[in-house]
C-alpha cells in the first residue's frame, strides 16, 4: 500500500528558533498534501493544504507566516515553524491521498515538536 | 454541531469481545468514509475505506455506512490486546477535498 514517511519524529528546539518537517510520499505522487496538528487526547486539527507547485490553502486561524509550507515536487511537502514558542509544541503529521490505495489518505507517522 | 461527531470514550471491553464505534455526521454532500486508527504518538492508520452505502469486510474488521441515517459504523470481531488504541472516523465529499473528522473513541482491550 501507499506510505508517507514524515522526518524527523521527534525534535526539540530553543524558543526563538525554525524547524523543518518533511513529509515525503514514498511510492507514489501527491499533488495535495495535507499537515495536522493535535495536542493530547484531541482529534486532528487541519492546519493547511499543500499543493504541489503553489501556495498552501490555510485553515482559518493558522498563522501562514509562522507555518511556512513548500510543496516542490510531486513527493515531498515541508512544513517550517518559524520563530517556534513554547505553545507551538504539539504533534503535526502530515496526509497524502493515493489513488492506487483506494482513494484513502494516508497519514506520517507524525513529529513531536517539543520548543523550549 | 461538529459535520461529524463521534464518542471519545474511553470505551474498555474483555478480549474476544465485539467492539461497536460509531459515528454520525451532519453533511449529506459526505460520500467516502474511513476508518482510522492511532497509537499513542504515532500517525493514524487507514484501516476501513467505503464508498456510498453498504458493508465493507477485512478480517476481523467489518464498516457499514447507512447515509439514510448519516450513521456509520465499525465492528470489531475477536478483539484482542493489539487493539487498543483511538479509533477515528473520517468522511468527505470527493476529489482532493479535505478530510473531515470525529474526535476518536479510545478503546481498551483487557486480558
Known amino acids: 500500500g501507499a506510505v508517507v514517511s514524515q522526518h524527523p519524529s521527534r525534535v526539540i528546539c530553543k524558543s526563538g528558533t525554525s524547524v523543518k518537517i518533511e513529509c515525503r510520499s514514498l511510492?507514489?505522487?501527491?499533488?495535495?498534501m495535507f499537515w495536522y496538528r493535535q495536542f493530547p487526547k484531541q482529534s486532528l486539527m487541519l492546519m493547511a493544504t499543500?499543493?504541489?507547485?503553489?501556495?498552501?490553502?490555510?485553515e482559518q486561524g493558522v498563522e501562514k507566516d509562522k507555518f511556512l509550507i513548500n510543496h516542490a515536487s510531486l513527493t515531498l511537502s515541508t512544513l517550517t515553524v518559524t520563530s517556534a514558542h513554547p505553545e507551538d509544541s504539539s504533534f503535526y503529521i502530515c496526509?497524502?491521498?493515493?489513488?492506487?490505495?483506494?482513494?484513502?489518505?494516508?497519514f506520517g507517522s507524525g513529529t513531536r515538536l517539543t520548543v523550549v | 454541531q461538529k459535520e461529524v461527531e463521534q464518542d471519545p470514550g474511553p470505551l474498555s471491553v474483555p478480549e474476544g469481545a465485539i467492539v461497536s464505534l460509531n459515528c454520525t455526521y451532519s453533511n449529506s454532500a459526505f460520500q467516502y468514509f474511513m476508518w482510522y486508527r492511532q497509537y499513542s504518538r504515532k500517525g493514524p492508520e487507514l484501516l476501513m475505506y467505503?464508498?456510498?452505502?453498504g458493508n465493507k469486510e477485512d478480517g476481523r474488521f467489518t464498516a457499514q455506512v447507512d447515509k439514510s441515517s448519516k450513521y456509520i459504523s465499525l465492528f470489531i470481531r475477536d478483539s484482542q490486546p493489539s487493539d487498543s488504541a483511538t479509533y477515528l472516523c473520517a468522511a468527505f465529499t470527493g476529489g482532493g477535498n479535505k478530510l473531515t473528522f470525529g474526535t476518536g473513541t479510545q478503546l481498551k482491550v483487557e486480558l
Open positions: 511510492d507514489f505522487q501527491a499533488t495535495t
Open positions: 499543500s499543493n504541489e507547485g503553489s501556495k498552501a490553502t490555510y
Open positions: 467505503t464508498y456510498s452505502s
Open positions: 496526509s497524502a491521498r493515493s489513488e492506487g490505495d483506494g482513494y484513502g489518505y494516508t
